[in-house]
């Protein structure tokens, strides 16, 4: 038999394959290992030509990795998209906790760096402002903000923006119950869009501070963008847990990362 979640949740079997918030995320951290900051350049550079197409990546996403690969400069082929509008998607949300994390002594610089990802790829203000909301909420759980708090500081970080709005709306409801009504008011990200998953996923984080299978759970019964939600939420909350916080069970059932995640 296999094991469940709380409910009626089956876990899947061995190994769990791991998508393009993975394979991007791990890109991000080997370029904060080597530099210690954000270099727009060599991160275009890192994330186009380590994009498989069989890792669930978007049309917009595999369209500006084949462009940056044709050797189109990163800051055209991304501000092209979307008829000149830039991409206002979750991508550059869901790959950005680790880097919260990695700055998490000063939360300004936390959201200053996030930006700079999140614009190699996001050039809408929305796409943008989602990578800085999550860093945010990664850096303040880090440094072991509490949970009823968690929302408030991310909103006094964070500019204006359409997410901003769904983070406020989020930051109303912590005291909700049911994960689907939640999302049914947030978004679940089934639109793919920063303003349709960061407020839920910040939500779950906030509501699930010490308990990383219950916020993963919570984001897999909402349906929608699951793996980008997931991702989002579960790497705020693994940001205040540490590893201990994940089950080792679901650490040894993961698929391996990727070999050159590991160098230098």
Same mark, same amino acid.
């Given at each position: 038999?296999?094991?469940?979640? /709380? ?14 918030? $993975? /394979?991007?995320?791990?890109? *991000? ?13 060599? *991160?275009?550079?890192? @994330?186009?030509?380590?994009?498989? =197409? ?27 998209? @979307? ?19 990695? @700055? ?8 200053? #760096?996030?930006? *700079?990802? &999140?614009?190699? $790829?996001? #050039? ?61 008011? *947030?978004?679940?990200?089934?639109? &793919? ?23 993963? /759970?919570?984001?897999?019964? &909402? ?15 693994? =940001? ?21 995640? #590991?160098?230098?």
């Amino acid at each position: 038999m296999r094991p469940r979640l /709380e409910g009626d949740l089956v876990l899947p079997p061995a190994p769990w394959r791991w998508t393009d918030d $993975t /394979e991007m995320a791990c890109s *991000l951290v080997q370029a904060l290992r080597r530099d210690g900051r954000v270099d727009q350049d060599q *991160l275009a550079l890192a @994330f186009a030509l380590r994009w498989s =197409a069989d890792r669930g990546y978007g049309r917009g996403a595999v369209s500006l990795m084949s462009s940056i690969r044709d050797g189109v400069p990163w800051r055209t082929a991304a501000g092209a998209l @979307f008829s000149g509008c830039g991409s206002s998607g979750n991508g550059a949300a869901m790959r950005v906790a680790p880097l919260g994390a990695f @700055f998490a002594d000063d939360p300004d610089l936390a959201a200053r #760096q996030a930006a *700079l990802s &999140a614009e190699v $790829t996001h #050039q809408h203000p929305e796409g943008v402002a989602g990578a800085v909301a999550v860093a945010l909420a990664a850096a303040h759980a880090a440094r072991h903000a509490e949970p009823g708090t968690l929302l408030r500081l991310v909103l006094n970080q964070l500019p204006p923006s359409d997410v901003r709005d769904g983070v406020a709306r989020a930051a109303r409801l912590l005291t909700a119950t049911d994960p689907c009504e939640v999302a049914d008011e *947030l978004g679940n990200g089934s639109h &793919a869009l920063a303003q349709d998953t960061v407020p839920y996923a910040l939500w779950v984080a906030a509501t699930r501070f010490d308990d990383y299978p219950a916020a993963i /759970e919570a984001c897999v019964r &909402a349906g929608g963008d699951v793996d980008s939600m997931c991702a989002i939420a579960g790497g705020v909350v693994a =940001a205040h847990t540490g590893v201990a916080g994940i089950p080792p069970e679901w650490i040894g059932s993961r698929e391996p990362l990727p070999e050159w995640s #590991q160098s230098p």
